[in-house]
């Protein structure tokens, strides 16, 4: 079946470091990936995604690359700020059934101290 | 454009009751997806509707139902609550234009409590 891992942390770093957050994927297919921020007490937002190999998705200075060859697409910013402490959640979407149903990996909790 | 609207935000319910949440999607999105996220079992995948009609579901007991009106909003009902239905209730709106890799628009959760 599908299925998405991602490194759980938690993921504690100092401001202005580089961040990795490892996902890789299970899938038939060609899904499209996406990478969800849910800040505390909030629901999800969509960071980035990207729909075939290759593609590199970016947002807010955050960028993952579709890998097909490694069935990975982990996520990176450069120099983290406090306001990106929070929940960072890898999710593949494959068409089941004629609709897209989203996957998710278990979250990996950043916390960014100043 | 508002985005993903979701009410009650909170609520607590005792074991044996049952519960209504409600969705509003962005306007015009077509699909509404529900998910279940708790600490132990993460966001769990709990049915999408689509023109009034369930196309997907997840691996949830029959407890667990929904509907979507022609405005495209929908609600979810929970019946018989158990307290591991505690949980955060999220929906999520796509366009489900059918041309694939639709993105799925999250409100901000429903937290209910079942004591």
């Known amino acids: 079946g599908n299925s998405v891992t991602q490194m759980e942390g938690p993921v504690t770093l100092s401001e202005e470091a580089f961040l990795t957050i490892n996902c890789t994927y299970t899938a038939t297919g060609y899904p499209s990936l996406f990478w969800y921020v849910q800040y505390p007490g909030e629901g999800l937002q969509l960071l980035l995604k990207a729909t075939k190999a290759d593609d590199k998705g970016s947002n807010k200075g955050f960028e993952a690359t579709y890998r097909k060859e490694t069935t990975s697409f982990h996520l990176e910013k450069g120099s983290v700020q406090v306001s990106d402490s929070a929940v960072y959640f890898c999710a593949l979407s494959r068409l089941q059934g004629g609709s897209e149903k989203l996957v998710f990996g278990k979250g990996t909790k950043l916390t960014v101290n100043p | 454009k508002a985005g993903v609207t979701q009410t009650p935000r909170y609520l607590i319910k005792t074991r044996g009751q049952q519960v209504t949440l409600s969705c509003s999607p962005i306007?015009?999105?077509?699909?509404v997806s529900w998910y279940q996220q708790t600490p132990g079992q993460g966001l769990q995948f709990l049915f999408e509707y689509f023109s009034e009609t369930q196309r997907n579901k997840g691996n949830f007991p029959g407890r667990f139902s929904g509907r979507q009106f022609s405005n495209s909003r929908s609600e979810m009902n929970v019946s018989t609550l158990e307290l591991g239905d505690s949980a955060l209730y999220l929906c999520?709106?796509?366009?489900?234009?059918?041309?694939?890799?639709?993105?799925?628009?999250f409100g901000p959760g429903t937290r209910l409590t079942v004591l």
């Open positions: 306007s015009g999105h077509r699909s």
């Open positions: 999520a709106s796509s366009l489900a234009s059918g041309a694939g890799a639709d993105t799925q628009y």
